[in-house]
């Protein structure tokens, strides 16, 4: 509750500041916190189903309009020969890890924005371009954004990709969770095609309960531990295991939102503008004594 | 009288319900309802029942011939277009599934009755509220996908369906199955092993005792080798772990602590009880079960004196014409010990009645068969 | 004798052969700066998804900012804690702040992706994010800048306004205009003064507060919460330094006597601000018990001990010799080395310490970053050079001038 009332103070007050600058602000949704909600949707990733057929990288080109190729060509497993990370091409892409075991057929693991609950993006974006939508998705939104890319550098799992090849209105790209199939009552495009429902799409906690469930039941198949569940505060898309996650290169995050140091140390330095106002008092104050002091000095 | 009427009419209509519930209820009695259900009473519209009877449940073998031979899955058309049905050859994959699992190794929950169908448990829809199992098509998927993947190590989607813009006719072609079989697998009767094992390299597998004599079924042993063990025409055929290769054999077999039960340093005769323990397993125990003497104990605690193993052998219900001797009337009665003196039953001593000149088998106790 | 400084206009021929140089320097930066509008950031740049910051941001904005804390440290010197006798050295900081800071922020505008987008954040405003103080914070204090050098502007023009052709009808409401301006400015200047060091203290530390959220992305040297405040005490330590290397070549540059007494006092500060900078630096690292990185030869290891040997340690021990601060050559050298390890640090934290969780390549700037950065530095000597030849900013001796006490600090300048 302290945290909005600071927030709203910061708000207000740069209201102020904006009033004196002669400047109005026409958008002061961007300062309302995101609403999580409890019903918000997720993604279950089972690492220990998928296939690697990367239909969802078919699938989810198609959906955001980016040449997709062929649908057959995407059949040609000698791209597992190097990793792959999504970019302003391809939103997500199915990486492959060979099984330490040599009898058992690898590992594959798909990659895409997590959608987190405390988006590092949506907290260092300079202009608010970021949203955690109702539903659980985290969109950006091409009206604001200014192109500073400070979203990738925020971002803990590397996800927004910039698209450096454009003169002119170049975009940050990232799954956005299908969010316009999500509203029309579709399923994401990946979670649509997956032929084996190594992707499942439901309430975020009801697929908590539906892995911990598995967990339980094939303790041989399953790692005891859900990425996601608490990873930086929480996330929307969360993945099972058979394998350690660092194995599968995930990187190893804390429990603490990844915006958190970096959200305290801003309010801190910004408390109810008390420091910034308070140096400025005590400038001030040293200034004038210096001059009455020199003053004094000149008669 | 309305009212009285109305309430008849609701429980007539209640208890025909209930009973067409019972009636269409898949189980069969003989089992107890919470091996399936987790609350006290399931509904119809809450059956609360455990995620997936994949392990406890009871499976029904049926034979190959009733299969169908082949099934059209076509009910994934309602969700995508992409690809076209998969037509199946149903008959050709129970066949190889008897090599290995049976039924259940696809029908997981496999209840007394009607086999039941993918789609009687798997909804066909990828957004529902019960998460906890697959949909139908990740069902099918996964079921398919994995045997075939093992042995391509490929999912090659048009392995099993092709994409509906490359079919030129509208209907699918339903192919004849029925000459195509998987070939018969070819026993073999004797492998003999040579591993690096320096206190004895040589390891000797009768596979044919295993089978005729120890009265093993395939699965027993291969319920979890892969299609991929044979058909794994990928170059990259992986060398299994040392436990992998043990796996088989410490079934039953210790395999932890003593190798040289199976590793030694020249090629082994085949089984032989009498050679091994001294006790010859003749006409009468050639043809049973290893395990109908060797029970809970293993193979340790027994010895050739009949009454361990039959102790409730007495003169009123043993008969001994199953020995080849039909005893007579003098002899009939008595005590088993009285010939078979220190339970001795391969020769008897007469000296406890009869005089020294009397021995078996000049004298013989009754009539020969 | 005694004489009088009194800041005049340079009266010396523009181009040398030296400014030659920098006129092509300049014109080779310009011409990477039109790739980049034509083709896009990755048509000049070596960025990648990998790496979102490279050298513009690194250096031309980070270090620029850093490098211009002379014009804030010095204001506060000379105005604040009212120093007289540093106000030979104000107006050229506060030219070069000026410069500096413009130059930031066209540094800014050519790497956001929608540089036309650039005045998003005075109406789009999120917060959380630090890039948004950091950039409501420039854009602010570079107005101030703009106020802070009116009077100067008033000092050059009041009188002598002289539009050419049309214009020139314009030349008494101009004049009237200067004078009304150089009137109000002189009472209310105090007022800005203080905002413009307020707001240097808060972007100042802010920069440092941007890196703090790429988290564990950030090599543990260098990741600390404490990051804000050694940014703030290394900005003002490099203030100072950075006044002095500018006064030392531009005397030289245009023939005047260097003004080593001011400078010489100025190194007096400098040590113990080095001196606090550094306790943080190395108890933040004992704290964290980060010197454990420092035991194995990396990349990191190498430039965490170049910053602070040569960068901070190396030039302490000068600024702490007596022998050295009254030596011109000896401030220029132990000048120079606080300015390369701030550059260092700024390198360091933005691009050395910056390691993303899936890097496929390395990061190294580009002939074309490096060229436009080369490009901007010289386009800021160039107008610095320009500048000071229009307006009154250095300070010569002035014999013949009798000190006028009002307008030797000319509204508060």
């Known amino acids: ?299 | 009288m309305k009212k009285i009427s109305i309430i008849i009419l609701v429980f007539i209509s209640a208890s025909i319900y209930a009973q067409k519930e019972l009636e269409q209820h898949p189980m069969a009695k003989s089992l107890e309802c919470n091996y399936c259900h987790s609350c006290e009473i399931p509904t119809k519209d809450d059956p609360c029942l455990y995620t997936c009877p994949r392990t406890h449940m009871v499976t029904l073998q049926h034979p190959v011939e009733d299969a169908p031979e082949v099934i059209v899955l076509d009910e994934l058309k309602e969700q995508s277009d992409l690809y076209a049905p998969v037509v199946f050859s149903h008959r050709l994959h129970a066949e190889m599934s008897n090599m290995a699992g049976g039924c259940q190794l696809c029908h997981h929950y496999n209840p007394p009755g009607v086999i039941l169908g993918c789609q009687e448990c798997h909804e066909n829809s990828r957004s529902r509220t019960d998460l906890n199992k697959p949909d139908l098509k990740g069902a099918y998927h996964r079921q398919c996908i994995d045997c075939h993947r093992e042995w391509t190590h490929e999912v090659e989607c048009a392995s099993c369906h092709l994409l509906n813009e490359k079919i030129v006719a509208d209907e699918v072609q339903v192919k004849d199955y029925s000459e195509i079989k998987h070939p018969k697998i070819i026993e073999p009767t004797k492998i003999v092993y040579n591993t690096e094992f320096d206190d004895g390299d040589i390891v000797t597998f009768y596979h044919d005792e295993h089978v005729n004599l120890f009265n093993l079924d395939c699965s027993s042993c291969h319920s979890n080798s892969s299609c991929a063990s044979c058909h794994d025409t990928t170059p990259l055929k992986l060398e299994p772990t040392l436990d992998q290769l043990h796996r088989v054999c410490s079934e039953c077999h210790d395999t932890e602590d003593d190798c040289t039960n199976c590793h030694i340093k020249k090629e082994r005769p085949r089984f032989n009880h009498e050679l091994i323990t001294g006790f010859d397993l003749n006409k009468y125990h050639k043809n049973i079960d290893c395990k109908s003497c060797h029970g809970k104990d293993g193979f340790k605690g027994l010895n050739d004196n009949c009454g361990t193993c039959h102790t409730d052998w007495s003169p009123g219900n043993f008969d001994h014409k199953i020995t080849g001797l039909i005893l007579s009337e003098s002899h009939e009665g008595n005590d088993c010990e009285v010939c078979h003196e220190n339970n001795n039953f391969k020769k008897p001593t007469c000296s406890m009645c009869h005089d020294e000149d009397v021995t078996y088998p000049d004298f013989m106790p009754g009539e020969e068969i | 004798m005694e004489h009088f400084m009194k800041p005049a206009p340079i009266e010396k021929k523009y181009f040398t052969p030296g400014v030659m140089v920098f006129v092509v320097l300049a014109a080779i930066g310009l011409v990477f700066l039109a790739i980049r509008f034509i083709g896009g950031i990755g048509a000049v740049t070596n960025l990648d998804n990998q790496h979102p910051w490279g050298i513009w941001i690194g250096l031309d904005v980070a270090l620029g900012v850093a490098l211009a804390a002379g014009g804030f440290t010095s204001a506060a010197l000379g105005h604040i804690w009212h120093r007289e006798h540093y106000h030979a050295i104000i107006r050229p900081a506060l030219l070069t702040a000026l410069l500096g800071y413009t130059f930031v922020a066209v540094s800014v505008a050519m790497d956001l992706g929608r540089y036309y987008y650039i005045w998003h954040p005075l109406i789009m405003w999120n917060g959380t994010s630090v890039l948004f103080e950091v950039g409501i914070c420039v854009m602010i204090y570079l107005t101030v800048l703009y106020i802070e050098f009116l009077p100067i502007v008033a000092e050059r023009f009041i009188g002598r306004v002289n539009l050419p052709g049309l214009l020139s009808r314009l030349n008494k409401t101009v004049d009237s205009l200067l004078r009304a301006l150089d009137r109000g400015l002189d009472k209310t200047m105090f007022v800005f003064i203080i905002a413009g060091v307020v707001l240097s203290c808060l972007h100042q530390s802010s920069l440092g507060s941007l890196m703090i959220i790429a988290g564990p992305k950030m090599h543990p040297l260098w990741q600390t919460p404490i990051l804000p405040l050694l940014f703030l005490l290394s900005a003002i330590g490099v203030g100072f330094p950075m006044v002095i290397f500018e006064s030392l070549i531009s005397s030289r540059s245009f023939g005047l006597k260097p003004e080593t007494p001011i400078l010489t006092n100025l190194g007096n500060i400098i040590g113990p601000i080095l001196g606090i900078y550094l306790a943080f630096k190395i108890g933040d690292m004992v704290i964290r018990q980060t010197f454990v990185y420092l035991t194995t030869i990396t990349t990191e290891s190498v430039m965490y001990a170049i910053e602070i040997v040569i960068g901070v340690i190396v030039p302490l021990r000068m600024f702490l010799s007596e022998q050295v601060r009254k030596s011109p050559a000896g401030l220029f050298i132990a000048s120079s080395l606080v300015i390369f390890g701030v550059f260092m640090n700024r390198l360091n934290t933005f691009l050395v310490a910056y390691t993303p969780p899936y890097e496929m390549t390395t990061y190294f700037p580009s002939v074309g970053e490096i060229a436009v950065t080369v490009g901007f530095i010289s386009i800021e000597v160039l107008l610095y050079r320009l500048m000071v030849k229009i307006f009154p900013v250095i300070s010569h001796p002035q014999k013949d001038v009798a000190p006028q006490t009002k307008f030797s600090v000319r509204g508060m300048i």
């Open chain 1, 1 to 299: 509750m302290l945290k909005q009332d600071r927030r709203s103070f910061l708000k207000t007050s740069a209201l102020i500041g904006a009033g004196i600058t002669g400047l109005k602000s026409k958008d002061t949704k961007a300062q309302t916190r995101h609403v999580i909600s409890e019903d918000r949707m997720g993604v279950l990733v089972d690492t220990t189903v998928c296939i690697g057929c990367r239909k969802c990288e078919w699938a989810c080109k198609t959906a955001h309009d980016l040449p997709a190729g062929d649908i057959e060509s995407y059949e040609d497993r000698s791209v597992y020969e190097k990793m792959r990370r999504p970019d302003d091409k391809a939103l997500t892409v199915v990486n492959e890890y060979s099984n330490p075991d040599p009898t058992k057929l690898p590992t594959n693991v798909k990659v895409q924005c997590m959608h987190c609950d405390e988006p590092a993006c949506l907290s260092a974006c300079i202009v608010g371009a970021f949203s955690k939508d109702e539903s659980g998705s985290v969109v950006w939104d091409t009206e604001k954004c200014i192109g500073c890319r400070y979203c990738m550098i925020a971002c803990p799992f590397q996800i927004p990709a910039f698209e450096y090849d454009k003169a002119l209105q170049p975009d940050i790209k990232k799954c956005d969770f299908c969010i316009e199939r999500t509203t029309q009552g579709q399923l994401p495009a990946c979670v649509e095609i997956c032929p084996v429902e190594a992707l499942t799409y439901g309430r975020r906690k009801d697929l908590i309960e539906v892995a911990r469930k598995k967990i339980k039941n094939y303790p041989d198949r399953y790692i005891d531990s859900i990425l996601g569940d608490t990873e930086v505060g929480g996330t929307s898309w969360m993945y099972l295991s058979g394998r350690d996650f660092q194995e599968l290169d995930f990187p190893k995050l804390g429990e603490d939102p990844a915006p958190g140091v970096s959200e305290s140390i801003q309010h801190g330095i910004f408390a109810y503008f008390v420091p910034p106002i308070s140096l400025y008092a005590l400038l001030g104050g040293v200034m004038w004594l210096n001059k009455k002091k020199e003053k004094s000095k000149e008669e």
